[in-house]
């Protein structure tokens, strides 16, 4: 029905920067809210940073000042540009999508998450 491909995790050290994609592709009519949450070892899956389809973006405070969340609505692409990464944000990162399909149901999808380790 529809896909979340996300890239752009990796290794990087301490004061790094990183980019994430997330391409959602299939049945889809339209998407509303898209965002980025993560997990790391045993902690609950927090929201990392969230646009609407109007651009509107919030963040976690942890992350204020540093990352970014933009989104190609042609391409159904949501980014996360990440600055001056820290070793408190490694975590499994995913992309989350809110997403009207063609039959007119919305739902609520996920993709499948992209490793992010920051050495220090």
């Known amino acids: 029905q529809v896909q979340l491909v996300e890239s752009g995790g990796g290794l990087v050290q301490a004061g790094g920067s990183l980019r994430l994609s997330c391409a959602a592709s299939g049945s889809i009519f339209t998407i509303n809210d898209m965002g980025w949450y993560r997990q790391a070892p045993g902690k609950q899956r927090e929201l990392v940073a969230a646009i609407t389809s109007g651009g509107r973006t919030n963040y976690v405070d942890s992350v204020k000042g540093r990352f970014t969340i933009s989104r190609d609505n042609a391409k159904n692409t949501v980014y996360l540009q990440m600055n001056s990464l820290k070793p408190e944000d490694t975590a499994v990162y995913y992309c989350?999508?809110?997403?009207?399909?063609?039959?007119?149901?919305?739902?609520?999808?996920w993709g499948q998450g992209t490793q992010v380790t920051v050495s220090s």
């Open positions: 989350n999508a809110l997403i009207v399909l063609i039959t007119t149901t919305r739902r609520n999808f």
